[in-house]
């Protein structure tokens, strides 16, 4: 890409334009205002978290082609917090020479989970394998022929996100209960771990990575607890994720962060699971732990502003704060003083007045030098600490 | 202090008022934010850095007595980021049981320059030796009897701000060139090191010291250039510096943060030159540096929330960013990119449309391992980093 001056953002009329108001716009509007940047930002709910802070909130579908285009007339450069946007109003400012990033083409890939796959595929990357079908009738005929066996993964191709659009199918019943359309059928891996690199890649083609996070999964209920910086890996898997991070970088050429969540299987094989072109739950614990935090650096980043150190001051664990089952209603976090006297503990509170079971209602990080005391008190954390309705 | 159940403070209808929006006010709303806390913000500016980013904004002058009463009615807590408000209407909410930190009594002795040092006196902490005087006529009175001798340090009683209302005072045409009024004259400290401890007290009477700061002046320019944590002292210094600042802050029994300013004599004495009951500048290293950062722990401890670790991840250096001699008009960082390419550099931005030579503008931070090197990072900050008018 040419090397050209960038603008004054610096309390400048700059504007920079968001695609959604969720948690993630909300942390990267802290990043704005310490870079005192001007930012307007477009999402459908009157109570999103990015409405303040903020200089112009505007209420909107992000899936609207007119809403999204209307949107962007007065902003210089646009970027997501989200990737469920209106794409084609995205290109269409594209070749009307608007900044937009991720860049579409990026966007394209990673929006339809069928796409991203087959991306992995032509640029020998290594994924799991799976089929793609454009109706889920066709998966019925792939297992009567022999074509699939039983169990595997269904992914819905598009608009899947927080672990909807994902299932494992055991037997036809399980089938029968999906929704229909263009899917994936993926094998189930047996990994180790799973991991994730958060790539930054510049405007101008600087690209960094963060180190490698493990996230770690209750025995019983299959669910990530923990997201642990720096993961407790071999050197040699390290690198190796990292590599493979890097890689889809760069033949997806994202401008901004590329989240890559990855499989260690058993054999330390590392398989790609899917990307993110944008901050994500994955490296949140930056906000405490790391030198750049990954909204900084998102901002950094799509402004073609020198990339910040991403390695970290010290460990970092993030815990989920989501909404406990059987409470739905007025939000209520119980116990949050017990875990505000822990060492080194910052809960972040997202703002949704309303909880339900599973919501991510905001998450904690625990921050110490010593990885294994930080693991004691994130424990402690999830033992002490509710969201329930009251 | 009876110890009484909080209210619910997260994404709940409890309202925090604050008394001022500039920067300190800026920085704290990032907290509040953080941890979905409403906030109602008072300020004469209608481009102050906390009109946004707060739940609501009131425009009004922070020294009339009605306007924050009213300002106040529907607030459950009610605090500053400035000293220069109306205390005659803190009083009246206290009266009236509203909640106010830091308490007018503390409020009372910092804001009077004469009351304060009587303070000192009172209570037995250490602090350079000075005259009160009711108006300046009582000076030359004073000097002509041999009572007073050239040079002394002048400082008005009330309402001095960023070095306003403090001169050194050489010969009469000095003194003759100074507005009227009660002031003090104060020996001229040669001394050491000036060095500063923030300490933060909660409504329930936990009490927590951050490390010892120091401030590193230009060898030329008498003014603070580098705000450098932890200072560069013997162990035993600091010892006393942290013992004279908990002393007092127990005697003035504030709540909230009590930033105290510090002299180290030649000798080694510890001398509290002045205080300030909020966020101050000798803290703004916390943001990257510290477990919790300042601002949190303000609004921690008045809350009355369990404080934080003081402690540090890295070592830190904070360089004020202040607008350059002959450059008034539309603000210009000039070469900022420059200084983000640098390890561990985060410059805030306060926001600030327009410089004016010497107006506080931002600062930048500087993080590292190894403070020596934060120190050599600094000074290229120092050297690259202009405010400018463009």
Known sequence: MPVKENPNYFSSNFNLGILGGGQLGKMMLYETRKFDIRTKVLDASSEAPSKIACNQ????????????????????????????????????????????????????????????????????????????????????????????????????????????????????????????????????????????????RSANGEIKTYPVVEMEFHPEANQVEYVICPARIDEKVAERAQEVALKVSEKIEHVGLLAVELFQTQTDEILVNEVAPRPHNSGHYSIEASYTNQFEQHIRAILNLPLGETKSKVAGIMVNLVGAEGHTGDVHYQNIEEILAMEGVTPHIYGKKQTRPFRKMGHVTIVNQDISKARQIAQQVKETIKVISK
């Open 57 to 200: 909130f505007v209420q909107g579908d992000l899936m609207d082609y007119q809403t999204v285009l209307d949107f962007a007339t007065d902003v210089d450069v646009l970027t997501i917090e989200i990737e469920n946007v209106n794409v084609e109003a995205l290109e269409k400012l594209e070749d009307q020479g608007k900044t937009v990033y991720p860049p579409t083409k990026a966007l394209r890939i990673i929006q339809n989970k069928a796409k991203q796959k087959l991306f992995y595929v032509d640029n020998q990357i290594p994924t799991a394998d799976f089929s793609r079908f454009a109706y889920k009738s066709e998966i019925k005929d792939s297992i009567e022929n022999g074509g699939l066996q039983f169990p595997f993964i269904w992914k819905a191709a598009q608009f899947g996100y927080d672990g909807q659009g994902v299932k494992v199918v055991r037997k036809m019943e399980d089938l029968n209960a999906l929704p229909p359309g263009e899917c994936i059928a993926e094998e189930i891996i047996d990994f180790k771990n799973e991991l994730a690199v958060i790539v930054c």
